[in-house]
């Protein structure tokens, strides 16, 4: 399949990994692009940029495809060294960043200059047209379904991605909720030209996280994430657990005079403790809704292959179909 995303970066299909804390290291990353999309190291899981440049050096090996990586810009504890972070992404030659959090204008000169494409995620139609007027290649569009932070506008896919297309002239992908071939045509229908996937990258067996979050997603229904940090308008969707119940019962508490302090213990620091040691109940970690249409742990390439092969079939028969019948 070719479209302006598959162009723009160098790849096979228009299937990007979306940027996941404590996941998107060079296991996931590799087997994304091997499977002819795009892979996505998660910048700020490395502890220093030298940590990154290790990462990326790690990955080249392990890959000859293109990839890319996820600067994120949230509110942290701590500012991170994003210079630092960026001089590792160009001295280690990658040619794809993705963006997200809050406006990357910081970070566009130098990447600009290396040739680096830049895909900037966002949650709404004038986020969406502020990076395309700032100069990001593309957009990576994140309705409410996401996993992760999903801003504060609620709208879903069906109606923000033809929004998207409707103002925007460069390219863009549709991301949260996208599980299948049948999310890919859907996203093509609605006027984006590819697809981030996170939350179902996680269920296959390359993913670098324990079983026991890949059988948590499994578990999972539609039904099952949550909404938190609402009061601190820095809203995540995540898989229901303790945890979660016991942020929401603070939030019920305390209403708008939460502050991040009320809610540490759970949200502070706990993605190792989760994704490296599978303590499942400690802590919010983001998942999509998409959850609830993951019904196998398949190996990267299986997952890639079958969603390509589906949507051909999709195109050329159920709804060429419709045509013609
Ligand atoms: C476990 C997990 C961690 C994530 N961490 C990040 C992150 O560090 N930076 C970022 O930009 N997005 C992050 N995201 C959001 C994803 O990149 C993506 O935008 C979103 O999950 C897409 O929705 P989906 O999960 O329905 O596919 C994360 C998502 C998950 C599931």
């Known amino acids: ?135 990001c290649d593309a957009v990576s569009v994140d309705g409410f379904e996401c996993g992760g932070h999903p801003g504060e506008d609620d709208i879903p896919n069906m109606i923000l991605l033809p929004r998207a297309a409707d103002e925007l002239e460069i390219p863009f992908v549709a991301s949260g909720g996208m599980a299948d071939a049948r999310s890919l045509v859907a996203s093509l229908s609605l006027g984006a030209e590819g697809m981030n996937m996170a939350t179902r990258f996680i269920a296959t067996q390359e993913a670098p996280v324990h079983d026991n979050v890949k059988q948590a997603i499994l578990a999972a229904s539609e039904r099952d994430t949550r909404l938190i940090m609402r009061p601190l308008r820095n809203t995540e969707r995540v898989l229901n657990n303790d945890a979660v119940e016991a942020i929401l019962e603070k939030e019920r508490e305390k209403g708008a005079e939460m502050t991040i302090d009320d809610i540490i213990e759970e949200v502070g620091g706990v993605y190792p403790r989760i994704m490296q040691n599978g303590e499942m109940e400690i802590g919010a970690w983001s998942c999509g809704m998409v959850a609830g249409l993951v019904y196998d742990i398949p190996t990267v390439k299986e997952l890639v292959d079958r969603i390509m092969a589906e949507a051909d079939a999709i195109i050329r028969q159920r709804l060429e179909g419709f045509l013609t019948a």
């Open 1 to 135: 399949m070719k479209t302006r995303i598959t162009e723009l970066f160098g790849i096979e299909h228009p299937i990007i990994q979306g940027g996941m804390h404590y996941v998107g290291f060079a296991e996931m990353t590799a087997a994304v692009s091997n499977a002819g999309g795009l892979g996505i190291l998660t910048a700020l899981t490395q502890p220093s940029p030298a940590d990154l440049a290790n990462e990326i050096a790690r990955c080249r090996e392990m890959t000859d495809k293109p990839f890319g990586v996820n600067l994120t810009f949230l509110p942290a504890f701590t500012q991170p060294d994003y210079p630092g972070y960026v001089k590792a992404i160009i001295d280690g030659g990658v040619k794809a960043v993705e963006t997200a959090g809050n406006n990357p204008a910081q970070v566009l000169p130098p990447l600009k200059e290396a040739g680096v494409k830049v895909i900037h995620k966002c949650t709404s139609v004038r986020h969406s047209l502020k990076a395309q007027s700032i100069g």
